[in-house]
């Protein structure tokens, strides 16, 4: 069964009309079965039974067969040769020819073309028409395409980030009865809703029933099934029975002729390798993948389809204009009186005169709101600067104090817990410092200030038995005080951590990296030296480490640590 990205696909039509018994209404609906049966298998000798249809329904002019072989072109441009446009024009032609003929075909039509807008992710569309077409066949108590609407409504939410109301729509489609391949691909879609969830262990168990082999049958998964197993188990970090995983995946791989789904599987196995640190194979399988996929794109003709489609309801339109053509005439020359025409044109003349002198004048006074305004924002900005300056004057008092506490102090263990008190509020410091010096008012620059904030502690630190370089790579994006202040404080536990612990003697060319980038929806802080790794667990009473916890919770941050050639920190920021 043909399927693309996120979401099932599936073919099948309902015969509209009477019942009929004779040998020819056998013979043509077993030409539709057969070409039904070679477009699932993308095979072009359903153009033989396609052919045969047309000849039919012109030798015995019948429209419910016209109709019919219109949507099996149209599925087989779709899915078989994905060319999207003529696929498009061949159900409006349908529809249209069911409208007129009221053939209650429409619904039918109303899927495919749900389908065809859901392959090329024009999501509003695809759901318009998956709408309508659910509609109908509750109506008719339509029970299996009932539940194909159902999952595909699911697929557009969950592509559109719609979680709770995705799964609603996947759990109701459970409710009816269905073949077990509408179950499995049910069960895929729901794993893949998961995974986008970051849910990776309960995506597990769902596509478990997706992929597993049917002992009586022999089916299993799909190619799109496999492809979710593999990125939910790169997400849980769950590899075990991979390898017979990657096995099947690269058979489906060669198997499949659809170049979006090749695609799609080319990036879930290049993924699963870099999981497992195979770097090698996965670099290997990401060359593949972009070919693939620029030539996908280039496929890919958007605008045309929604072009037809704006087409078809022009032509509607249209339609329904012409049989008021008379009407429309007879009253527009009863309207040619000069006298009146003449009244109007003075009539508009004087208001539009009147308007435009409204507009003057309420521009002069939207102007002169517009200099107050402005006068009161640079004011707050002089009073925000100002109080920005206050509070760094504030914070450097306190850092003084600190350093007078710390040299008094003779306890090597008190003196150190001081000057670790002092490094924080030099973190702070260099915020509102920021704040002040700067036009930008409503945040800090991450860039300019984690650049400044590691070379000022690693510049200052105290023990000068080794010279300890360092990297930053960081992007460059606003944040709030808030939220920089939380990550300026994890910043400087780590790299005083790394400082302290990291780097005896023995290590060669010490170095601390700090990393800083923005995914999808969150940002992900990475802080790594090379130096001796952790020995041991972090203990859990250190103040250090419960500063780092309590700000990550702040942030809503998950946080790891690793031993990789040195210490390596993570943190993935949710709340910012």
């Given at each position: 069964?043909k ?7 599936f ?5 509209c009309?009477?019942?009929?018994t ?21 095979n072009?000798?359903?153009l033989i039974?396609i ?19 219109l ?6 441009k ?16 349908a ?9 209650n075909f ?8 749900g ?12 759901k ?17 395409l009932?539940?194909?609407c159902?999952?595909n409504?699911?697929?557009?939410h ?5 979680y ?9 489609s459970?409710?009816?009865p269905?073949p ?29 029933k997706a992929t597993?082999?049917d002992p009586?049958t ?10 979710y197993l593999?990125n ?17 995946s690269?058979q489906?791989?060669g ?7 090749k ?42 389809i929604?072009?037809?489609?704006t ?25 040619k009186n000069?006298f009146?025409?003449?009244?109007f044109?003075?009539g ?11 507009n ?13 305004l ?7 900005n002089i ?20 350093y ?12 150190q ?7 924080r ?13 700067k ?7 991450t ?9 000022d ?6 023990d ?10 960081v ?5 709030s005080?808030?939220?920089i ?8 536990e780590l790299?005083?951590n ?12 010490p ?9 999808t ?5 990475e ?16 103040f250090g480490?419960?500063l ?18 040195g ?5 993935e920021?949710h709340?910012?």
């Amino acid at each position: 069964m043909k399927r693309f990205i996120y979401f099932a696909l599936f073919l099948g039509y309902t015969f509209c009309g009477k019942a009929q018994t004779s040998e020819q209404d056998k013979m043509w609906k077993g030409w539709i079965d057969q070409a039904n049966g070679y477009i699932d298998t993308a095979n072009d000798s359903c153009l033989i039974y396609i052919q045969k249809l047309k000849d039919y329904s012109v030798k015995y002019n019948n429209k419910n067969v016209e109709v019919q072989v219109l949507a099996l072109e149209g599925d087989y441009k779709n899915f078989v040769k994905n060319e999207y446009n003529q696929s498009a024009d061949l159900y409006l032609k349908a529809i249209a020819i069911s409208e007129k003929n009221h053939l209650n075909f429409e619904k039918n039509l109303y899927l495919s073309l749900g389908r065809l807008f859901h392959m090329t992710d024009n999501y509003e569309k695809a759901k318009y028409y998956y709408e309508k077409a659910l509609m109908d066949f509750r109506k008719d108590q339509d029970t299996l395409l009932m539940v194909k609407c159902l999952v595909n409504l699911g697929s557009i939410h969950s592509s559109t980030n719609h979680y709770e109301l995705a799964e609603q729509f996947f759990m109701e489609s459970l409710n009816y009865p269905s073949p077990d391949h509408i179950k499995r691909a049910t069960y895929s879609n729901l794993g893949n809703l998961k995974i986008r969830e970051k849910k990776f262990k309960e995506a597990l168990p769902f596509l478990y029933k997706a992929t597993v082999k049917d002992p009586k049958t022999g089916e299993q998964g799909d190619l799109y099934d496999f492809s979710y197993l593999l990125n939910a188990k790169t997400g849980s970090r769950n590899f075990e029975g991979i390898d017979s995983i990657l096995k099947i995946s690269y058979q489906l791989y060669g198997e499949s002729e659809d170049m979006r789904s090749k695609s799609i599987m080319l990036k879930a196995i290049g993924e699963t390798y870099y999981g497992m640190g195979q770097y090698q194979k996965a670099a290997q399988v990401k060359d593949q993948y972009i070919v693939l996929y620029d030539s996908l794109k280039a496929m890919q003709r958007d605008e045309i389809i929604y072009e037809m489609e704006t087409k078809y309801q022009s032509e509607k339109k249209e339609q329904e204009i012409a049989k008021n053509e008379a009407e429309k005439e007879r009253l527009s020359k009863q309207k040619k009186n000069l006298f009146a025409l003449i009244v109007f044109a003075i009539g508009v003349i004087l208001l539009l005169s009147y308007l435009i002198y409204l507009n003057i004048k309420q521009k002069k006074i939207l102007k002169a709101q517009t200099v107050q305004l402005e006068t009161l924002v640079d004011e707050k900005n002089i009073l925000m600067k100002e109080t920005h300056h206050r509070v760094k004057n504030s914070f450097q008092l306190v850092s003084s104090l600190l350093y007078l506490q710390s040299e008094n102090i003779k306890n090597e263990e008190a003196s150190q817990a001081i000057i670790d008190a002092q490094n924080r509020v030099k973190s702070m410091i260099l915020i509102h410092q920021k704040m002040y010096s700067k036009d930008q008012l409503t945040g800090i620059d991450t860039k300019e200030y984690m650049e400044d904030l590691v070379k000022d502690i690693i510049e200052n630190h105290t023990d000068n038995s080794h010279s300890v370089n360092f990297h930053t790579d960081v992007e460059r994006h606003i944040l709030s005080i808030e939220t920089i202040t939380s990550i300026g404080l994890i910043i400087n536990e780590l790299i005083t951590n790394s400082l302290k612990h990291a780097f005896p003697l023995s290590v060669d060319q010490p170095i601390i990296e700090v990393h800083f980038t923005k995914q999808t929806d969150f940002f992900v802080l990475e802080v790594k030296d090379n130096g001796i790794g952790m020995q041991q667990e972090p203990k859990p009473t250190s103040f250090g480490l419960k500063l780092i916890h309590a700000l990550a919770k702040k942030l809503k941050g998950k946080i790891t640590f690793e031993n990789k050639n040195g210490t390596l920190f993570t943190m993935e920021i949710h709340q910012f």
